[in-house]
């Protein structure tokens, strides 16, 4: 599983850790697989790239790009002013801005948001688009250039307003077939779109439109203007048509590289389609069918669980929760909520198990990542080498004896018992500062990969001390114990009294080389005597392997070394970040 949550404060921090443990319970990370939806005019308003043009640089150089081509193609003309405006107070359902101007502006914001996910490692796997926000999908899949995207949205925008007549949309909560039966009852009405199964849009000149709003109240229907100054998607764009096309012929889009969803028939253009000027002709004059690009994304792409929407509000993003509940889908932007969304989002895309780059994001503001326990993994065990390989050792000819503590078994099984009641607390302290369940604290696990941190067992040891009434190390815990088995045993030791000693064979010395024995010889040195246990244990052995356990035990120590390294140097970095800022 993945996590990620969003707050100002300490207090919004813990408080959303406390509502992810009490929500339902989450589904593990996907494959990440994400799908670009690009949004129309009508979500665009006065402001709208304000929260990111400020923040992001990657932002500000491609809208500053994108103002310098506008002023030149339109003799002086700014699509950067409306876009980083005020709103003044202004109705969401008026239209601000004129068309010539929104439709670039759109597309241009676009291409930053694009720009930006791309920073932060987030690439489409599928993308689509509302209307004219086809062309910040082609932008996306790489079939068309910034610079000739914006090209054709300002001429396409240019070329509606010289050569179309005035008109109206309106969206109505009704299915295809209601809507259809509406617009055959106003001459100039069409459906225009249709976004869902009961959201439809109609258009047309702006007195028919006018005439289809008195009908609709007549019977109850509730309606919505939307904030648009013609009848995009019907006959009215048909004057327009023509130099479109010309238009279209002066650019040479590419291929696209992911694949592309038509809002003209929500049927799949796959990597290597190259849109041409009849297509963005069509797309220009016929219906949107956007319930149709979900209906496919539903049925083509399981591997795409979350949609983002790519625009200044949230739109497309409401449209597919509705129609597809089993995928994510979240808004970049939402008009008045700042950079929210966009953290939102980020933490969405994060859990579904998208690469987030969380460096693209912090760049600049002074954030950096702060270390934590890190996660105690499920391990398993996929050995590969050779079974235990040990020649058998020679047994010694003469022992020594030497002074060994006597144990009968009465006192080992005390000692046991002991070790076994200090093992039990270990596991429930270290289960409690580490907040785990006792019953997921292995004895024999490391508590480096239990998530443990130096710190945190600091806190560990000084409870045991005060329970056991002993002291422990550091060095001996990390160099000697490690585990909460090997704790115990060194706990229990210090608090068990030594036992007598009695006499034990001791091993003897191994045979020492010729040159070796004449010179102790000739400085009358007694040899000095050998651990033939541990002689034995490691042993040189010609046809001999390391065996499994050797290799574990090597694997173990590095792990843990590395661990205690990487946990001081965090620490050291900390104490040093914080001695900076006094």
Known sequence: HRLAV?????????????DW??????????????????????????????????????????????????????????????????????????????????????????????????????????????????YGALYAAGALSAEDGLRLTAGRGRLMRERCAPGAMVAVPTDTHTARRLAAEVPGVELAVMNGEHSQ?????????????????????????LPMLHAFHTAVMDPALDGLRELVGGVEPRPVRVPFVSGLDGRTRPAGWVPDADYLVR?????????????????SYDNVGTLVEIGPHTTLSGLARHALPGRAAHPTLRRGAGLAPLWDTAAGLYRAGAPVDWRAFMAGTGGRRIPLPGYRFQHKDYWTGPENHLPRPAQPEQPVLREQPTRDGAEV???????????????????????????????????????ADSLQMIGVLRELEEEHRVKVSMRELFEEAGTARGLAVIIAGKATPAPATAAFPAPVAAPAPVAEAERRAAHDTP????????????????????????????????????????????????????????
């Open 527 to 582: 040899p000095a005597p050998v651990d033939a246990t541990r002689q034995d244990a490691y042993a040189t052995r010609e046809d001999a392997y390391a065996t499994r356990q050797e290799v574990e035990e090597l694997r173990r120590q590095l792990q843990q070394l590395t661990q205690v390294q990487l946990q001081l140097m965090g620490q050291l970095s900390q104490l040093l970040t914080a001695q900076a800022g006094r």
């Open 21 to 134: 443990l009490a929500g339902p319970r989450p589904r593990p990370a996907g494959t990440g697989g994400v799908g670009f939806l690009c949004t129309g005019q009508g979500s665009l308003h006065r402001g709208a790239a304000r929260p990111l043009y400020g923040r992001f640089a990657v932002v500000r150089e491609v809208l500053d790009a994108c103002e310098r081509q506008f002023a030149d193609l339109t003799g002086g003309g700014s699509i950067l002013g409306p876009l980083l405006g005020d709103t003044g107070g202004a109705d969401p359902g008026e239209p601000v801005l004129d068309t010539e101007v929104a439709q670039p502006a759109l597309f241009a914001l676009q291409c930053a948001l694009v720009r930006l996910w791309r920073e932060a490692g987030v690439e489409p796997d599928v993308v689509a688009g509302h209307s004219v926000g086809e």
């Open 413 to 451: 099984a005390q000692d046991e018992a002991a070790v076994e009641r200090v093992l039990q607390h270990i596991i429930k302290v270290t289960a409690k500062h580490l907040s785990y369940d006792t019953s997921e604290i292995a004895e024999d696990a490391s508590f480096f990969d239990l998530g």
């Open 283 to 299: 797309q220009t004059r016929e219906p949107v069918r956007f319930a149709d690009v979900l209906g496919e994304l539903g049925a």
């Open 6 to 18: 969003r707050g100002d404060t300490v207090a919004a921090l813990t408080g959303a850790l406390d």
């Open 201 to 225: 849009v109609l258009a047309g000149p702006a007195a028919a439109m006018a005439r289809l709003t008195e009908l609709l109240a007549e019977r109850g229907i509730h309606a919505r203007t």
